[in-house]
Each structure stands twice: as structure tokens, then as C-alpha cells.
């Protein structure tokens, strides 16, 4: 069975721009989420999807994060504009049931 | 609110010794409790969970952990250290809203022969 898929794997940015993540759940996985994991510390959840609705995004910076889930399948998160404290690595992870989450090798960002 | 600490950001053990990394969580209602492991530049793998029933839990690799309700633990243990189990421990409670995970700080485990 195929992972949880995330692209790109490493980015480096300058402040101000823009980037964005792209994560492809494991096949049947109706929720999916997106966590920031800042160095030395655990991972934190931005947004949680179940099918293409949002579940929980009280942690989402959102006047600069945004994320969608169109089809409810695979995930786009974007930051604009990005700023220093962003760089981080950005989990995704999905689940079938609700007591397990599989995780994706992470997205690295540097922001410069 | 859900909460999770876990003491000690480092610990180090020589190969063949026991391997316990300590996790309290708190949580205002009955806890789903996690283990995850992160080798670097990867993502995180479950080890083991607790959700209901028995509270010695066992997981992949060796691992178990025990659920103590009574001093609000989920302490992670291995009788035998290998090389390859140094990497990062992350303890982690389900949280209270939905299904979404909230996470200690980690614990790096290293290894030496």
C-alpha cells in the first residue's frame, strides 16, 4: 500500500514570498491534516479534512495560510507571504479510522 | 485541554540497556494515547496506541507502554536497546475538538556501544 505522498521535499524561499505544499493521502483516507513541526519541537496541527470539509483550523494562521482539499483526495496548503518564522517542516498525515494517522516524509521549508 | 509532557529532551543508554522515556498527558476526557517515532529527514511512525481495554500496550520494534490512569502516564519502555532505535520520541493525546493529534516536545533517544 502506497504512503501518504508529499511534494516538494525540501524549498528555500526568500520572506515575503510564496509558496505552497502539496500532499497526496493514502487511497480511501477520508481525513487529512496538515501539521507544522518547528525544530525541537512536536508536531502542531494547522487544518484537518474530512473528505473536502473543514474540520478544524483554529490554529491556522490565516491571513497568510490557506488550504484546500477540492476533491477531497489530495491538498494544497500555501503560505503568502512567508516570513522567517515559518521555517519549519510541514507534516502531512491521513487517516481511515480515527485512531490512526499515517504521516508523510514532510515538506522542509527555509525561509531566508 | 489536552495536554501532553514529556521528560527529558535527551536520553542516552548504551546498547543492551533499557530504554524508558517518560510521558503525562492531560486530558479532560478518556485519553486515546500515542507513541510515534521520528528517524531524521522522515516522517513519523507509529509505535504503539492506547485507546481502550488492557493498559499494557504493545508496539512495533520491541516497544510496549503501560497507561496509568491514576498518575496520568504513558511511559514508553524497551528491556534491550538497539543501535537503530535512536532517533526521536514523540508522546502524543488525542485531542478534545476532533481526531487531530496534540504532541510533547519530543524526546531524543541516542544510543551508544
Given at each position: 500500500?502506497?504512503?501518504v505522498a508529499q511534494s516538494p521535499r525540501y524549498k528555500i524561499i526568500?520572506?515575503?514570498q510564496s509558496v505552497a505544499f502539496w500532499c497526496n493521502p493514502?487511497?480511501?483516507?477520508?481525513?487529512l491534516y496538515w501539521y507544522q513541526q518547528?525544530?525541537?519541537?512536536?508536531?502542531?496541527?494547522l487544518i484537518?479534512?474530512?473528505?473536502?470539509?473543514?474540520?478544524?483550523?483554529?490554529?491556522l494562521?490565516?491571513?497568510?495560510f490557506s488550504a484546500e482539499r477540492?476533491?477531497?483526495?489530495d491538498s494544497t496548503l500555501k503560505i503568502q507571504?512567508a516570513?522567517?518564522?515559518d521555517s519549519a517542516v510541514y507534516l502531512c498525515a491521513?487517516?481511515?479510522?480515527?485512531?490512526?494517522?499515517?504521516?508523510g516524509p514532510g515538506t522542509r521549508l527555509t525561509v531566508? | 485541554?489536552?495536554?501532553?509532557?514529556?521528560?527529558?529532551?535527551?536520553?542516552?543508554?548504551?546498547?543492551?540497556?533499557?530504554?524508558?522515556?517518560?510521558?503525562?498527558?492531560?486530558?479532560?476526557?478518556?485519553?486515546?494515547?500515542?507513541?510515534?517515532?521520528?528517524?531524521?529527514?522522515?516522517g513519523?511512525?507509529?509505535?504503539?496506541?492506547?485507546?481502550?481495554?488492557?493498559?499494557?500496550?504493545?508496539?512495533?520494534?520491541?516497544?510496549?507502554?503501560?497507561?496509568?490512569?491514576?498518575?496520568?502516564?504513558?511511559?514508553?519502555?524497551?528491556?534491550?536497546?538497539?543501535?537503530?532505535?535512536?532517533?526521536?520520541?514523540?508522546?502524543?493525546?488525542?485531542?478534545?475538538?476532533?481526531?487531530?493529534?496534540?504532541?510533547?516536545?519530543?524526546?531524543?533517544?541516542?544510543?551508544?556501544?
Amino acid at each position: 500500500e502506497a504512503g501518504v505522498a508529499q511534494s516538494p521535499r525540501y524549498k528555500i524561499i526568500e520572506k515575503r514570498q510564496s509558496v505552497a505544499f502539496w500532499c497526496n493521502p493514502i487511497s480511501g483516507h477520508a481525513t487529512l491534516y496538515w501539521y507544522q513541526q518547528i525544530l525541537g519541537q512536536g508536531p502542531k496541527l494547522l487544518i484537518q479534512f474530512q473528505n473536502n470539509g473543514v474540520v478544524d483550523d483554529s490554529q491556522l494562521p490565516k491571513d497568510r495560510f490557506s488550504a484546500e482539499r477540492l476533491k477531497g483526495v489530495d491538498s494544497t496548503l500555501k503560505i503568502q507571504p512567508a516570513k522567517l518564522e515559518d521555517s519549519a517542516v510541514y507534516l502531512c498525515a491521513s487517516s481511515f479510522t480515527e485512531d490512526t494517522q499515517y504521516f508523510g516524509p514532510g515538506t522542509r521549508l527555509t525561509v531566508l | 485541554a489536552q495536554s501532553v509532557t514529556q521528560l527529558g529532551s535527551h536520553v542516552s543508554v548504551s546498547e543492551g540497556a533499557l530504554v524508558l522515556l517518560r510521558c503525562n498527558y492531560s486530558s479532560s476526557v478518556p485519553p486515546y494515547l500515542f507513541w510515534y517515532v521520528q528517524y531524521p529527514n522522515q516522517g513519523l511512525q507509529l509505535l504503539l496506541k492506547y485507546t481502550t481495554g488492557a493498559t499494557l500496550v504493545k508496539g512495533i520494534n520491541g516497544f510496549e507502554a503501560e497507561f496509568k490512569k491514576s498518575e496520568t502516564s504513558f511511559h514508553l519502555t524497551k528491556p534491550s536497546a538497539h543501535m537503530s532505535d535512536a532517533a526521536e520520541y514523540f508522546c502524543a493525546v488525542r485531542g478534545q475538538a476532533g481526531t487531530a493529534l496534540i504532541f510533547g516536545k519530543g524526546t531524543t533517544l541516542s544510543v551508544s556501544s
